[in-house]
């Protein structure tokens, strides 16, 4: 994990505004907003854990990366995105034990 994505982390464990580089946090009602070069890639949701993803776009590995540290936040280290044969997979856990891969576009997901 890169220092910029632990900091964006920890501006979301202290519900606070963060912005480095090309990385913001903006704090709204009980969520967390991430803007990766100013596009909106994420929601996280203080009350429920929600949390919303989407590439706004942008298939890069900036974007991925941003978006598997906060995917890794919620549901652990086992889960996240991943690229095979350029098309992108989410790989989330199972209620029932070890995890599915489901093809993802970028379009806005709750995982």
């Known amino acids: ?18 912005k480095k580089a090309n990385t913001e946090v903006s704090q709204g009602l009980n969520r967390s907003d991430v803007y990766l070069h100013d596009h909106h ?26 978006l598997n540290v906060l995917i890794q936040f919620v549901h652990g280290g086992l889960s996240g995105l991943f690229q095979k044969n350029y098309q992108w997979y989410l790989r989330l856990p199972l209620r029932s034990g070890g995890t599915q891969d489901y093809p993802w576009s970028g379009a806005l997901t709750a995982v």
């Open 1 to 18: 994990m890169r220092k910029i994505e632990r900091e964006m982390i920890q501006a979301i464990i202290d519900q606070r505004d963060f």
């Open 41 to 66: 890639i994420a929601s996280y949701y203080h009350d429920s854990g929600e949390l919303l993803i989407a590439n706004a776009g942008w298939k890069t590995n900036t974007t991925k990366s941003r």
